[in-house]
């Protein structure tokens, strides 16, 4: 690891200590490993994808009223004390402001292959056993219901109705997580992919088995 990954790990440490366990330090270290292992698949820069998986959550705009410029003015003056090249701070700013599913219809068509690893990898930490997990602590910390029969998912929504959307934690599920797989842009990241979908799909058969006792 070089000096420049090591100070950005321990820079989002701290700039993440107590942080909703969703979306704290080891989401990030789980994405940044995921990144590389799909990066060795791939023909990219290395540097872009670390530092972008790195700092894609510095200030997620959910913790911070909506605002998603705190993220990016965070990134480049941390980018800026460690004296990166202004190219490869622009790559990284591009990956943290595109990233996001609620903005998958506002980004350009031709993405660049940074991007699509990062993302692919943030999608991935979203489901499986973890997106499981993630998806409930969430729900917990937003006081949202579990479940409630008599509300039924939100599909197509806009991006203002996704980001006011307090629906319940299984409805989360269809109006993001099982959408997740055929929106992965890598053959690694589907195939990873495809393994934790699966796994998701069990899940909801066995949390409805039991929600409804016979």
């Known amino acids: 690891m070089n000096r420049l990954i090591e100070n950005t790990v321990e820079f989002v440490k701290e700039k993440l200590e107590g942080a909703e366990a969703g979306h704290d330090w080891f989401h990030i270290e789980r994405v940044w490993k995921l990144s590389g292992k799909i990066a060795e698949t791939e023909n990219c820069k290395d540097e872009v994808v670390e530092l972008a998986a790195l700092l894609h959550d510095i200030a997620d705009p959910k913790f911070h009223h909506g605002d998603e410029t705190i993220a990016l003015k965070v990134s480049r003056e941390f980018l800026e004390s460690q004296h990166v090249e202004e190219e490869t701070i622009e790559q990284v700013l591009f990956i ?40 409930f602590n969430f729900g917990g910390f937003k006081n949202n219901p579990m479940y409630d029969p008599d509300i039924k998912p939100k599909l197509h929504m806009s991006k203002d109705e996704y980001k006011k959307s307090n629906g319940t934690t299984i409805n989360h599920f269809y109006e993001k997580l099982l959408l997740l797989k055929d929106l992965m842009n ?29």
Not at 104 to 126: C, F, N, S, T, Y
Not at 196 to 203: A, D, I, Q, T
């Open 96 to 135: 943290i402001k595109n990233i996001s599913f609620k903005n998958r219809g506002d980004v350009p068509k031709d993405l660049p292959i940074e991007l699509k690893i990062v993302q692919d990898a943030d999608r991935i930490d979203a489901i499986g056993a973890i997106g499981v997990a993630r998806t």
């Open 186 to 214: 890598t053959e690694k990241g589907k195939e990873i992919a495809g393994e934790r979908h699966e796994f998701m799909l069990k899940f909801l058969d066995q949390f409805y088995k039991e929600w409804n006792v016979d």
